[in-house]
């Protein structure tokens, strides 16, 4: 069975930078074609992708917030961190992990689909 | 980025009868592999994303055949053959063919 959950901080202040970890279970940084990525939702919007990591290490990033972004994956623990820095209130929403199920063509990693996501987690931004 | 654009918006359905939503790409997503990167994603109340299709008409697993889904290139549609009360929710059509990936504004299917 493949699980994830999402842990940080529910409140941060404007400015501010955010870490999220997202622990996963059931599958592994080993497996090519792996990998993680975040999702956002402000309440009652749609959904907003940020950012994704492969088994290779290789990274992609919502070309809007790239510079507010990083993403980490630690595979001996089975989790992934999503830094966002400068926080501001519209940020505040609910964060979703999900496990990446890509491949490779010709060398480039490829997104096929997100599945299973993370419960979410609410991040609340004060001003 | 590419644009995803659904209709409609709202979809109130009777139990037992079949429903539609309509997904348009602002650009192709007939990948040279032949395949389609479209995904459909349903968001039950209060819960995550689940994903339902995936490659344009491929059904998740455990994904009851009342669901399917066809389109190619620029033009999808998702059906369901017969609506239950669990379908409820807002369905969601996402983009993988290229980063940066995005979703559809969602459709917000409710039980009349």
């Known amino acids: 069975q493949i699980t994830l959950k999402e842990s940080g901080p529910t409140l941060v202040k404007s400015t501010q930078t955010l870490t999220l970890t997202c622990t996963f279970s059931?599958?592994?940084?080993?497996?090519?074609?792996?990998?993680v990525g975040w999702i956002r939702q402000p309440a009652g919007k749609a959904l907003e992708w940020l950012a994704l990591?492969?088994?290779?290490?290789?990274?992609r990033y919502s070309a809007s917030l790239k510079s507010r972004l990083t993403i980490i994956k630690d595979t001996s623990k089975d989790q992934v961190d999503l830094i966002m820095t400068n926080m501001d209130p519209v940020d505040t929403g609910t964060y979703y992990c999900?496990?990446?199920?890509?491949?490779?063509?010709?060398?480039?990693?490829?997104?096929?689909?997100?599945?299973?996501w993370g419960q979410g987690t609410l991040v609340t931004v004060s001003s | 980025d590419i644009v995803l654009t659904q209709s409609p918006l709202s979809l109130p359905v009777t139990p037992g009868e079949p429903a539609s939503i309509s997904c348009r790409s602002s650009?192709?997503?007939?990948?040279?592999?032949?395949?389609?990167?479209l995904n459909w994603y349903l968001q039950k109340p209060g819960q995550s994303p689940q994903l339902l299709i995936y490659?344009?008409?491929d059904r998740a697993s455990g994904v009851p055949d009342r669901f399917s889904a066809s389109g190619s290139g620029t033009d999808f549609t998702l059906k369901i053959s017969r609506v239950e009360a669990e379908d409820v929710g807002v369905y969601y059509c996402?983009?993988?063919?290229?980063?940066?990936?995005?979703f559809g504004q969602g459709t917000k299917l409710e039980i009349k």
């Open positions: 490659f344009g008409s």
């Open positions: 990591i492969y088994w290779n290490d290789d990274k």
């Open positions: 999900a496990r990446v199920n890509g491949g490779v063509s010709y060398g480039v990693m490829f997104l096929k689909w997100f599945d299973p």
């Open positions: 059931g599958f592994s940084f080993t497996t090519s074609g792996m990998g």
């Open positions: 996402m983009q993988a063919l290229q980063s940066p990936y995005t």
């Open positions: 650009q192709s997503l007939l990948h040279t592999n032949a395949y389609n990167y």
